[in-house]
């Protein structure tokens, strides 16, 4: 059971920390002052094996049902490599560095040689994600989907507001996937919602987060963000989410997946997150 549950501790000091479950890669927490900032169901599965439900699971190469694998892909579902352990850095700010490549695993799914690197800096009052996603081959072109796929812990979803979509399309996975426009200037999920926003931008405020306070999502290279909450019928037939958890997470998800990347041979795509408690 040991390699299942390995985690990685980032520390500021302070009660201000990170951890990562290596399985998955997956944020499992990230506390300030020690007040913890994201939402993981308490009936979520630490097997090593099924995704973890909540935190900020690393959804790639695929983005929903998936004909060759498992849903959201296979990153968020093998074990990591600590590349680089965490250390703190002259600003005080502390850093560690993941990666997965491809193995025989993941070439039973997805044929293609990958290399991923996954960089994450915990600061004063943010959290820093830098993905790096590189085609060694040199031949052949692959394309892929990338997501950070982040439950924010709130007291009451029905009270939080997410700025930076107005405007934008969607396409409503809640309505057989047609495409609206967002005419709201801030968006409030109220019902079970499932959206993917098109061309955001490149920063989101969610307020109403623990305490009361905001959050500010920084995004790059990131074009889409997915906000979603399953709501009461659509949480009891996830078997690893409580029936009555849902009004305490809410997840605004950057990512590229409305379409995809296309990586030609021997180069590289870059995006990165940052998440900053106002």
Request: glycine share 6%; charged share 20%; with cysteine.
């Amino acid at each position: 059971m040991a390699a299942a549950t390995s985690v990685v501790v980032l520390d500021r000091g302070n009660n201000t920390t990170c951890t990562i479950n290596l399985h998955g890669a997956t944020v499992v927490s990230w506390r300030v002052n020690n007040q913890e900032q994201l939402f993981v169901s308490k009936q979520a599965v630490f097997d090593g094996k099924k995704a973890i439900r909540g935190g900020i699971p690393f959804v790639f190469p695929q983005f929903g049902a998936w004909t060759f694998g498992p849903g959201h892909g296979f990153a968020r579902i093998i074990r990591w490599n600590v590349e680089k352990s965490p250390e703190r850095l002259p600003s005080g700010d502390v850093e560690a560095i993941f990666s997965i490549m491809d193995s025989e695993f993941t070439r039973s799914m997805w044929n293609y040689p990958f290399r991923l690197t996954y960089r994450l800096i915990l600061r004063e009052k943010e959290l820093h994600f830098n993905i790096g996603v590189y085609n060694p081959s040199k031949d052949h072109t692959f394309s892929f989907n990338l997501l950070l796929h982040t439950y924010f812990k709130v007291p009451d979803v029905r009270r939080c507001q997410v700025t930076g979509l107005h405007g934008c399309t969607f396409i409503d996975k809640t309505r057989d996937n047609q495409i609206f426009q967002e005419g709201r200037d801030v968006v409030t999920v109220c019902e079970w919602t499932d959206r993917i926003y098109q061309n955001t931008q490149p920063e989101h405020i969610i307020t109403n987060v623990v305490s009361g306070r905001k959050m500010r999502v920084q995004k790059y290279n990131f074009p889409d963000t997915v906000v979603w909450n399953p709501w009461q019928d659509k949480a009891r037939d996830i078997p690893d989410f409580g029936d009555d958890e849902f009004p305490n997470m809410i997840c605004v998800e950057s990512g590229h997946v409305s379409s995809p990347v296309i990586l030609v041979p021997g180069t590289a795509f870059e995006a990165s997150q940052i998440l900053q408690v106002m």
